[in-house]
């Protein structure tokens, strides 16, 4: 299997925004053969100056799970230029066929070079706030196997983080999707692997096995809570969580 290649095509893919087949159909591909792919990929990224600001991890949530019919925890990497600001407009034409997600994010407080564990977890995130992930698959028809999405940088598109809370609690909490003013999915944080610091462990834990260091500074994206919704041109899409408040950005 020719890695480079299929990197350069995934990566020219997002930077063009056009789709492609998906790789698995050409191409008998394993979940180690997807990641050293995904890795690739990034690199080109990084030439072009994009530095990396934190991981996140899919299909978290069984609602989730469900809508793309897979079965298993991914992860992968965001940059600093998927990162907008509250209120931004993001370019409908930046993207394929984007889809929006409400999610929780963590901020790490220091490099995190021991094992993390539910009980100490909080010790390693300074802040926590409401997100809103904006997942764009390189594929055709948003199809794929979980190798084609791992390859694929797990759909990473772009991500707006809301006000950043202290001491605010994430576990069991409600959150919802909104667009337009019109509530499409509502869930509970809890949907998250059961406790979305369990998220945050797996991060900690994954980032650890394939040679990342998390570091302060360092963003992590939970997971979906609910299903993810195509956005159009036009939409203002926001996500809220119950103590987190909201975040909103426009789609142009
Ligand atoms: C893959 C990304 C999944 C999540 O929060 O579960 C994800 C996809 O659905 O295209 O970001
Ligand atoms: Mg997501």
Redesign the pocket.
Known sequence: MNYNKIAETLDLAAHKAEAVPQISQATEMNLDQAYAIQSISLGRRYVRGEKLVGL??????KA?ME??GVHDM?WGRLTDKMQYQPGDAILKSDFIHP?A?P?IAFKVKSDITSEVTLENAAEYVSEVAVAI?I?D?RYQN?K?SLED?VADN???AAFVIGEWKQNTKVDDISMSLVVNDVIIHKGNSNAILGNPWESFVAAARLASENGEILRAGDII?A??ATP?VYIDKGQSISAHAEGLGSVYIDVK
């Open positions: 996140k991890l899919g299909f978290t949530s989730k809508q793309m991914i889809r997600e999610e992930e997942i698959s948003f794929f999405v797990c759909s990473s994206l997971g979906a993810a």
